[in-house]
């Protein structure tokens, strides 16, 4: 089997854990065995299942460091990494050694912190990957697309994990107006 790296991307509330549950659920039905991972500081809901805020799911392994990944993989054709953006930069090369040894990585992960800048190891990890979906919120004040994960709450930090109490999906005027209006 021919590996490749999938990433579906885009900001809070767009639906990307959805998105890779959907996946997930092709690949089974294909007969293919997946394993799950994602990071252990991502204790929002389950401590062993993803879960989207439609409440699917899906079996899961919470792991701290990408090379925890790597000795787990091999009982499984595809890979599904969830939260990916919480993970440090060598989940590229991990994700691209279970790739080159014929699995399908499967990640989602959000593409732009709360300040709109590229997050983490996402840059590096589109770059490396073979396919990927760009997925759009709602803007909550026009129902415009939205990109953006802004954040209401005034925690400090790029890593701040919260749902709907904490960040609001904005569109690009938006998200621009909101922060212009805050300097
Ligand atoms: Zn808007």
Redesign the pocket.
Known sequence: MNGKVQVVCGPMFSGKTKTLIVLISGYLKDRKKVVVFKPKLDDRYAEESIVSHDKDEAQAFAVTRPAEMLDLFHRADVIAIDEVQFFDESIVGVCETIADYGKIVVVAGLDLDYLGRPFGSMPQLMSVVDEIIKLNSV??????R?RFSHRISKDAGVVVLGEKDKYVP??R???NEMNSKQL
């Open positions: 803007c909550t004040f026009c129902s415009g939205a904005l569109c005027s938006c998200y």
